[in-house]
Nanobody
Framework: VQLQASGGGLVQAGGSLRLSCAAS????????LGWFRQAPGKERELVAT???????YYEDSVKGRFTISRDNTKTTVYLQMNSLKPEDTAVYYC?????????????WGQGTQVTVSS
C-alpha cells in the first residue's frame, strides 16, 4: 500500500484545512486508517483513527475540532481540521492498518506540513 498525503499549508488561528491521503491498493475498504502528527522537538502523536467499519477515535485535544472520514470509492482518507490553533502546527502523517482496526499501523505516507499562525 502506498499513501500520499496532501493539503497542508499555512493558515491563521481559527482557520480550517482539509488534509487528504490517497491510497493505492484494492483492499482499501478493509484497512484501518489514521492521522498522526509530529511537532518540532516532540514525539509523534496519534490524532485520529477510523476503522474499516467507520468507527472513529480522536485524541482529546482535537475532539470537536477535527473530523476524520474515508471515501472507499476514492481510496482516500480525510482529516477536516477546524478552529485551528498554533499548537496544531506539525507535520501530519497518514497511516494504514492492514488488520482493519486502526490500532497497529504498518503503512505510512510522507508528511504534509501544517502551520498555524497566531
Amino acid at each position: 500500500v502506498q499513501l500520499q498525503a496532501s493539503g497542508g499549508g499555512l493558515v491563521q488561528a481559527g482557520g480550517s484545512l482539509r488534509l487528504s491521503c490517497a491510497a493505492s491498493g484494492r483492499t482499501f475498504s478493509s484497512y484501518g486508517l489514521g492521522w498522526f502528527r509530529q511537532a518540532p522537538g516532540k514525539e509523534r502523536e496519534l490524532v485520529a483513527t477510523i476503522n474499516w467499519n467507520g468507527d472513529t477515535y480522536y485524541e482529546d485535544s482535537v475532539k470537536g475540532r477535527f473530523t476524520i472520514s474515508r471515501d472507499n470509492t476514492k481510496t482516500t482518507v480525510y482529516l477536516q481540521m477546524n478552529s485551528l490553533k498554533p499548537e496544531d502546527t506539525a507535520v501530519y502523517y497518514c497511516a494504514a492498518d492492514s488488520a482493519g482496526w486502526g490500532e497497529v499501523f504498518d503503512y505510512w505516507g510522507q508528511g504534509t506540513q501544517v502551520t498555524v499562525s497566531s
